[in-house]
């Protein structure tokens, strides 16, 4: 798991609002988290990133290098997912 915080090389890191909060709140528990834990866990880290400066430029990292896990830019695992799904159908259809 890496750190939100340290993926950018353009600076956007610095204003990241979740280097104030522990990563599991954005990446979950090292155990079993049941459904309900786990969407609770993300609404909050999804409300944390709407507060950030940095939630477009970090949605559109997460999104095109395809991190799978975490919260991201405001985005859980399943939005990412059916964000590349429609891509991928549009890209089929088009
Ligand atoms: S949008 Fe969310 S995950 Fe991305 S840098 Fe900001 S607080 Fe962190």
Not at 45 to 56: D, E, F, L, N, Y
Not at 58 to 86: H, K, M, T
Request: charged fraction near 30%; aromatic fraction near 8%.
């Amino acid at each position: 798991m890496r750190l939100i915080a340290e993926v950018s090389s353009d600076g956007w890191e610095r204003t990241a609002r979740c280097r104030a909060h522990d990563p599991a709140l954005f990446f979950g528990p090292n155990r079993f988290e049941p459904k309900r834990e786990r969407l609770e866990r993300e609404a909050q880290a999804k409300a944390v990133c709407a507060t950030c400066p940095a939630i477009q430029v970090c949605r559109e990292y997460a999104v095109n290098s395809g991190e799978v896990y975490g919260v991201w830019g405001g985005l859980g695992e399943a939005d990412r997912r059916a964000i590349l799904e429609r891509r991928h159908v549009t890209a089929a259809a088009g």
